[in-house]
């Protein structure tokens, strides 16, 4: 069963959140038609050299050139069970010639909620100049009010996050969108062979509550096959009554990421929420998100303590708790940065009576097993203090 979906909305309605999510969800390409232009100006092939001029001259591309792309795009192997259309088509001359093209659509999704619930969105935003960190007064407020949270400097408001400026660009963003929807929307409506369903979702409220209304109405179209959405649901393969039965190898994990060109970077995986992530303050990052670097190494605390959790069952060790702080060093190396140490400290806690030293065996065997640690180009080191009870 193919999802091949067009997913529209206004800006603040979350759309580049809820297309994240969709695409961990059914392990489908996202395809933006910014980033797939700069993708076909890169791979040098016919299509993006024609291309090329329009993106490095800021004008508009021809609706044939973007069809044609579009259908190159599509062509692609990670599309074969579908994609998620993020942009395009603007117009209904785009839409016309993306169905004169041949390119089955399955699903129109329409993300649809309030002016005054965008107005809220856009218009908390708080920007520090001098470094480009961001902040939202109810999302991801400062530690004090219009302050930045490492330099104390005040932030600002860009005018195109003033409600005068949403409100102008909701307005454009209409008047440029509903032809579109309403074609769409005549489509579904004619019921002839080959039409898309066409799907209103409300995007009003919590984000994972706007998750759970959009897979239902995806389910609720036919689009989501029963097998597919009761796994989806239970978020978990091969469970057994008494634990989960681990896949032979190899293993794939897909996540998927997505930003615009300022704020939070979105990071999913099929059946997992949303995470926002930024750079780290180290790199002039806001603070207070997960960044790549942090995220790394909590994988590592984190594998390091299922690892001997694996171990011990498996060597029958009774323990009560495990506590693991991790450490990375990042540095420049022969002009390459990448992390060059990793310190895990693990505080072991066994019953009373328990044997300590094969407890410290067995963490250091958990440490030398464990896959993150073992997939970087260092040695870990590890200090360990077990207690008993």
């Given at each position: 069963?193919?999802?091949?979906?067009?997913?529209?909305g206004?800006?603040g309605?979350?759309?580049?959140t809820?297309?994240?999510?969709v695409?961990?969800l059914?392990?489908?390409?996202?395809?933006?038609?910014?980033?797939m232009?700069r993708?076909a100006?890169?791979?040098?092939?016919s299509?993006g050299a024609?291309?090329r001029?329009?993106?490095e001259?800021g004008?508009?591309?021809?609706?044939?050139?973007?069809?044609?792309l579009v259908k190159?795009?599509?062509?692609?192997p990670?599309?074969r069970?579908?994609?998620?259309l993020?942009?395009?088509p603007r117009?209904v001359?785009?839409?016309?010639?993306?169905r004169a093209a041949?390119?089955?659509?399955?699903?129109?999704?329409e993300?649809?909620?309030?002016?005054?619930?965008?107005?809220?969105?856009?218009?908390?935003?708080?920007?520090?100049?001098?470094s480009?960190?961001?902040y939202?007064v109810?999302?991801?407020?400062?530690q004090h009010?219009?302050?930045?949270d490492?330099t104390?400097e005040?932030l600002?408001?860009?005018?195109?996050?003033?409600?005068v400026?949403i409100?102008r660009?909701l307005?454009a963003?209409?008047?440029?969108?509903?032809?579109?929807?309403?074609?769409y929307?005549r489509?579904a409506?004619s019921?002839e062979?080959?039409?898309?369903h066409?799907i209103?979702?409300n995007?009003?409220?919590?984000?994972?509550?706007?998750r759970t209304?959009?897979?239902s109405?995806?389910?609720a179209?036919?689009?989501?096959a029963?097998?597919?959405?009761?796994?989806?649901?239970?978020?978990?393969?091969?469970?057994?009554?008494?634990?989960?039965?681990m896949?032979?190898?190899?293993?794939h994990y897909?996540?998927?990421a997505?930003?615009e060109a300022?704020?939070?970077?979105?990071v999913?995986?099929?059946g997992l929420p949303?995470l926002?992530?930024a750079?780290?303050?180290?790199?002039?990052?806001p603070?207070?998100?997960?960044?790549?670097?942090?995220?790394?190494?909590?994988?590592?605390?984190d594998?390091?303590?299922?690892?001997?959790?694996?171990?011990?069952?498996?060597s029958?060790?009774p323990?009560?708790?495990?506590?693991?702080?991790a450490?990375?060093?990042l540095d420049?190396i022969?002009?390459?940065?990448r992390?060059?140490?990793?310190?895990?400290?693990a505080?072991?806690a066994?019953?009373a009576?328990?044997?300590?030293?094969?407890?410290?065996?067995?963490l250091?065997?958990a440490?030398?097993?464990c896959?993150?640690?073992?997939?970087?180009a260092?040695?870990?080191?590890?200090?360990m203090?077990?207690?008993?009870?």
């Amino acid at each position: 069963m193919t999802m091949r979906l067009i997913l529209i909305g206004p800006p603040g309605s979350g759309k580049s959140t809820q297309a994240l999510n969709v695409c961990a969800l059914y392990d489908i390409p996202r395809i933006a038609t910014g980033e797939m232009l700069r993708a076909a100006v890169r791979s040098g092939t016919s299509l993006g050299a024609a291309a090329r001029h329009f993106v490095e001259s800021g004008d508009l591309v021809p609706d044939e050139l973007m069809v044609r792309l579009v259908k190159e795009r599509l062509a692609h192997p990670d599309c074969r069970n579908g994609f998620l259309l993020d942009g395009f088509p603007r117009t209904v001359v785009q839409a016309e010639a993306l169905r004169a093209a041949g390119i089955a659509i399955d699903a129109v999704v329409e993300l649809v909620t309030g002016d005054d619930e965008i107005v809220r969105r856009l218009g908390g935003r708080r920007i520090h100049p001098a470094s480009g960190r961001t902040y939202h007064v109810l999302f991801h407020p400062p530690q004090h009010a219009d302050r930045d949270d490492l330099t104390g400097e005040p932030l600002v408001q860009r005018d195109d996050d003033a409600p005068v400026s949403i409100t102008r660009r909701l307005r454009a963003y209409r008047e440029q969108t509903q032809p579109v929807i309403e074609y769409y929307r005549r489509w579904a409506d004619s019921r002839e062979a080959g039409a898309p369903h066409y799907i209103r979702v409300n995007a009003a409220g919590p984000e994972a509550e706007i998750r759970t209304r959009l897979h239902s109405a995806l389910r609720a179209a036919g689009l989501v096959a029963s097998g597919r959405s009761a796994s989806i649901e239970q978020r978990g393969l091969h469970r057994a009554k008494k634990g989960v039965l681990m896949q032979a190898y190899p293993h794939h994990y897909n996540v998927h990421a997505a930003a615009e060109a300022e704020g939070s970077v979105l990071v999913g995986s099929e059946g997992l929420p949303s995470l926002s992530t930024a750079s780290p303050p180290q790199y002039g990052g806001p603070g207070g998100q997960w960044s790549p670097e942090t995220l790394l190494v909590a994988a590592a605390a984190d594998c390091f303590i299922l690892t001997f959790r694996a171990v011990a069952a498996a060597s029958k060790l009774p323990w009560n708790d495990l506590e693991c702080g991790a450490e990375g060093v990042l540095d420049r190396i022969d002009g390459v940065v990448r992390f060059t140490q990793l310190h895990l400290r693990a505080r072991l806690a066994l019953p009373a009576g328990g044997d300590v030293e094969r407890a410290k065996r067995l963490l250091e065997k958990a440490e030398k097993a464990c896959l993150v640690t073992n997939s970087l180009a260092l040695e870990p080191t590890l200090t360990m203090e077990v207690s008993c009870a």
